[in-house]
């Protein structure tokens, strides 16, 4: 099982850039996928981004072209950095270790604590 930490999140002005860190340990983390989900007030937990652990990524609908995860192996770390942010992305962000099917679905195993990002408007 892997122990996850997530930092970087905060308050941003909509526009704005942030840049979210999960750090995992406890784990082979080379070899699983990672992935974020966020969860907004009153709504469900979905999927935000997702890397393979040989780097193939997925992206929701509404991150793609504005969010890029991306992972660091020799620093058992994965990153989300957010661009052009709206309001609507404001969510407790979660990380997650994971399985990557053959058909490139993303199955979140173990979850950190979660980070909060706040976008004003």
């Known amino acids: 099982q892997a122990d996850l930490v997530e930092s970087g999140g905060g308050l941003v002005q909509a526009g704005g850039s942030l840049r979210l860190s999960c750090l995992a340990s406890?784990?082979?983390?080379?070899?699983?996928?990672a992935g974020w989900y966020r969860q907004a007030p009153g709504k469900q937990r979905e999927l935000v981004a997702g890397?393979?652990?040989?780097?193939?990524?997925k992206y929701s609908d509404s991150v793609k072209g504005r969010f890029t995860i991306s992972r660091d192996n020799a620093k058992n770390t994965v990153y989300l950095q957010m661009n052009s942010l709206k309001f609507e992305d404001t969510a407790v962000y979660y990380c997650?270790?994971?399985?990557?099917?053959?058909?490139?679905?993303?199955?979140?195993?173990?979850w950190g604590q979660g980070t909060q990002v706040t976008v004003s408007s």
């Open positions: 997650n270790v994971g399985v990557w099917g053959d058909s490139g679905s993303y199955w979140p195993v173990d």
């Open positions: 406890g784990s082979n983390f080379r070899t699983n996928a």
């Open positions: 890397i393979s652990s040989g780097g193939i990524t």
